[in-house]
């Protein structure tokens, strides 16, 4: 580790401009602006039997609508259920508040429970997946026909991969403090989408570090596969998987838009504009290939349109440029007019062995990682790093741990060029230690510090990461995935019985139930118009 530190150094100008800004940050005014970042998490879990298979009851009615509850709804399937936390001003808050949503719904679970993996249970065809449905309302129709069309487009298996996303925004305060260090004069809601659409280019650079160190789906049922040929190695009789692998959740057996190079469509992050663009492209650009699926086919909706994209939301990508909606707005619309107000990191496999699905170190070097990547010098993607990126994600998704693995890494005149995997890690983690200083001395902390000290040492023995230590734990008790994902299941189950939500929390929910029901019922006694007028309407908004 001393040559590293030592390479580290002598001066490389992106680590210089890294240490120059460090500096600028450092004052109290800036560290209390620091600490008042926001987190939120959005965690996926499917609802199985308790023998495994997928549900296929409809959303409890003592959960709330789907449609209008802020916390917990649905993403592609009726049983798989989306927690969605509030923004919260600390991990301890993000982590209570996730708890508190699930042993919510645990205490309305009947003879279910929720899967605790990433990758599904025993898959029974694609008729065994239920579509989400959110009711009578248009807006009900388009957020299951958009869904209907996925399940066309990709098949419905792929869509039941669960993940956890981790949205994270800075203070308005922070970002006024920012901009007079570095000299800004432009529109401050400019300068923040600038840096953002930086730091998000960053986080793709080095986003395959994520999958590497908290990827948890070496593994898949066989079923998943439904009998298609894989290259994948076999487990058991029962289980497919990679002897490195870390996640193929973000593999090639994971949710691609897989018609995005045959189309020419790729989202740019150059800049907001350019993002924005790129996605305004694909949702107007017809695709031949779902052309001959149809759009509505005797009375029914089968997708939305036949474009690349049917909305913004289909295009897969680990990070994407957030702003929150108002009323029925596009995505596009949104960052268009008010910029970006958040980012959302999507490349997170749900943590198999916490019972939240994800764990307060894995927060905390998150929240290292966002800063980094804000501060590090961030030029614009040119096609051999875009393609060096994705590379680099399948190769760690799939050999991740395999010793001496090497990636590809541009070099100042943007030239990729080899680098182990080890000693990418290495230096990354490195440069984030002073981050996480910062960090620490912002909200009197040591944690930050210590969640980057700990991931080193993941890096150093592959063994201790997620995905080596479910196959290892699969080994010794000689099972394949299914039975222990169930196991594990089970056991987070167990938590929850035993952990107590107090009753003025049971009452907020509850009470949060009823409102989203209602509201839902107003939405659909307000619709007066029809679906087909619906959809032209949204779809013609400039």
Same mark, same amino acid.
């Given at each position: 580790m001393s040559t590293i530190i030592n390479q580290l150094n002598i001066g490389h100008p992106?680590?210089?401009?890294?240490?120059?800004?460090?500096?600028?940050?450092?004052?109290?005014?800036v560290e209390e602006a620091l600490a008042a970042s926001q987190i939120g998490l959005e965690k996926e879990s499917l609802r199985v039997s308790t023998e495994g298979g997928i549900s296929q009851a409809p959303h409890p009615a003592a959960w709330g609508s789907a449609l209008t509850h802020p916390q917990i709804t649905t993403d592609f399937s009726e049983a798989l259920t989306e927690l969605?936390?509030?923004?919260?001003f600390s991990v301890t808050q993000v982590i209570q508040s996730l708890d508190d949503i699930q042993n919510f719904i645990y205490r309305n679970l009947d003879k279910e429970i929720l899967w605790a993996t990433s990758m599904p249970c025993v898959v029974a065809g694609e008729?065994? $997946?239920p579509l989400a449905q959110y009711g009578s309302s248009n807006a009900a129709q388009m957020k299951t026909a958009y869904r209907r069309g996925l399940g066309l487009r990709y098949g419905r298996a792929m869509q039941v991969i669960a993940g956890v996303h981790f949205n994270y925004s800075f203070s308005l305060a922070f970002w006024q403090q920012y901009q007079k260090l570095?000299?800004?004069?432009?529109?401050?809601?400019?300068?923040?989408?600038?840096?953002?659409?930086g730091m998000i280019r960053n986080l793709l650079r080095f986003g395959w570090i994520v999958p590497y160190l908290f990827g948890a789906s070496p593994a898949v049922c066989k079923s998943f596969l439904n009998g298609k040929r894989t290259l994948l190695q076999e487990f058991n009789e029962t289980t497919y998987y990679e002897p490195y692998a870390t996640s193929l959740r973000l593999g090639d057996i994971g949710y691609q838009n897989n018609q995005e190079d045959t189309a020419g469509i790729k989202a740019c992050y150059d800049t907001l504009d350019a993002y924005v663009e790129s996605m305004l492209c694909a949702i107007n650009t017809? !695709?031949?290939? !779902?052309?001959? $699926?149809?759009?509505?086919?005797?009375?029914?909706?089968?997708?939305?349109?036949?474009? $690349?994209?049917?909305?913004?939301?289909e295009y897969y990508s680990t990070v994407r440029p957030k702003q929150v909606l108002q009323g029925n707005e596009k995505p596009s619309t949104a960052l268009k007019k008010r910029g970006v107000q958040y980012v959302e990191l999507r490349s997170l496999d749900v943590n198999v062995f916490d019972p939240h699905g994800i764990n307060s170190e894995q927060l905390y070097f998150l929240e290292v990682f966002m800063l980094f990547c804000l501060l590090q010098e961030s030029p614009v993607l040119n096609q051999t790093e875009i393609n060096a990126i994705d590379e680099n994600l399948v190769l760690v998704a799939h050999k991740g741990r395999q010793p001496g693995l090497d990636l590809q890494r541009s070099n100042l005149k943007g030239v990729a060029e080899k680098i182990s995997l080890q000693d990418w890690a290495c230096e990354l983690c490195n440069k984030m230690k002073p981050v996480a200083n910062i960090l620490d001395r912002a909200n009197y902390s040591e944690n930050y510090f210590s969640s980057v000290k700990s991931q080193i040492g993941s890096v150093f023995d592959p063994e201790l990461t997620p995905s080596a230590r479910m196959l290892a734990d699969m080994?010794?008790?000689?099972?394949?995935?299914?039975?222990?994902?169930?196991?594990?299941?089970?056991?987070? !189950?167990? !938590?929850?019985?035993?952990?107590q939500l107090a009753e003025e929390k049971i009452q907020v929910f509850e009470t949060?139930?009823?409102?989203?029901? $209602?509201?839902?019922?107003?939405?659909?006694?307000?619709?007066d118009i029809s679906f087909d007028k619906y959809l032209q309407n949204?779809?013609?908004k400039a």
């Open positions: 992106l680590y210089q401009l890294l240490q120059q800004r460090l500096k600028l940050l450092n004052t109290t005014a969605v936390t509030p923004p919260c008729t065994s $997946i570095l000299n800004n004069s432009e529109n401050l809601q400019d300068f923040m989408s600038e840096q953002y659409m017809p !695709y031949s290939g !779902y052309e001959e $699926i149809g759009v509505k086919v005797e009375g029914k909706y089968l997708q939305l349109n036949a474009n $690349i994209l049917q909305i913004e939301n080994r010794e008790n000689d099972l394949g995935f299914f039975h222990f994902a169930q196991r594990m299941s089970r056991h987070h !189950y167990q !938590y929850y019985k035993t952990h949060a139930a009823r409102d989203s029901l $209602i509201k839902q019922q107003q939405i659909e006694a307000d619709d949204y779809f013609n």
